[in-house]
């Protein structure tokens, strides 16, 4: 996996590359913040008005930064996306890809930039800003979004495009009579068990959205003294569904956690018609070297 020391080159080299005031101090708030691949709504107003941009535009120049978070040991091909919630609050994603495994562990951009939002508790997404057109995988995971209707695409070269032009007559949630979709709240109950770390995933499985196979799942990772947690997210069409890894490994290389040790993982799932759980075993010892703790929930 990258290092914190391969990051920290790349973003210098960006910041090189792209030769202004505006990339050089949204890099310098990223070192200033240790990493953590986000920015608050008040420090977004400070800066559009330090350097009279609007929203959009600055993320458009955050766009280089972002795709620094990318791992891409595959395709060599870096994408980067910033999600603007509905706080305001900018959430970076990168693609990431992972050698040695099947290609649907990967990671998409736009999928990356979306669970860090959900994560952090955003309520919804207003705007997608990605450095490429997005394919039709992030299209779809997109769709199951409760914002689907009005989010709005940005890329450098066209701007202010809304996600059901990318996706005209598209299949979604309300195909399938979904009225509490994703980044909606979820309200599953589950008897809390186990130590701290495992009481994070049950958590994290409370909070997960398996409309459509009420397979629940969550994963709680032992990062150094941290918990990083990750939730799964299912689609109507299935294959953009996310995995709960994969988004507590997102999370955390978006917290600037690379050099942390991973020296714990606990999965907690609902017994349903299908399960995460040979996957997500397969990534963990391909990945971390470590084999999960499995709660049945």
Request: contains cysteine.
């Amino acid at each position: 996996m990258t290092t914190l020391f391969a990051l920290q080159t790349r973003l210098e080299k960006a910041v090189l590359e792209q030769n202004n005031p505006i990339t050089t101090a949204i890099a310098d708030q990223l070192k200033a913040q240790q990493y953590q691949a986000s920015f608050s709504s008040t420090q977004i107003q400070q800066w559009c008005q330090q350097f009279e941009l609007s929203t959009v535009q600055l993320a458009l120049y955050c766009l280089s930064l972002a795709a620094c978070y990318a791992l891409v040991p595959v395709s060599k091909f870096y994408v980067g996306a910033i999600a603007i919630g509905e706080s305001g609050n900018f959430y970076f994603g990168a693609n990431q890809e992972f050698s040695s495994t099947s290609m649907q562990q990967t990671i998409h951009a736009e999928q990356s930039a979306v669970s860090h939002a959900w994560l952090a508790g955003e309520k919804s997404i207003h705007d997608m800003v990605v450095n490429y057109t997005p394919c039709g995988h992030c299209r779809q995971f997109m769709n199951e979004l409760n914002s689907a209707k009005t989010l709005k695409i940005h890329l450098p070269h066209s701007q202010n495009n809304l996600l059901q032009i990318y996706l005209p007559d598209s299949f979604g949630p309300k195909d399938l009579n979904i009225k509490q979709v994703l980044f909606d709240a979820q309200h599953h109950t589950f008897e809390l068990t186990g130590d701290p770390l495992s009481q994070a995933a049950i958590v994290a499985a409370q909070q997960s959205y398996a409309p459509y196979s009420q397979a629940m799942s969550g994963i709680a990772l032992q990062v150094d003294e941290q918990v990083i947690t990750g939730r799964y997210a299912e689609n109507a069409a299935f294959n953009p569904s996310f995995l709960p890894l994969q988004s507590a490994l997102n999370y955390r290389r978006l917290n600037g956690l690379l050099d942390k040790p991973v020296t714990r993982i606990v999965m907690a799932e609902k017994q349903a018609i299908l399960s995460h759980r040979r996957m997500t075993e397969e990534l963990s010892q391909t990945l971390l070297r470590l084999d999960i703790e499995y709660i049945e929930l």
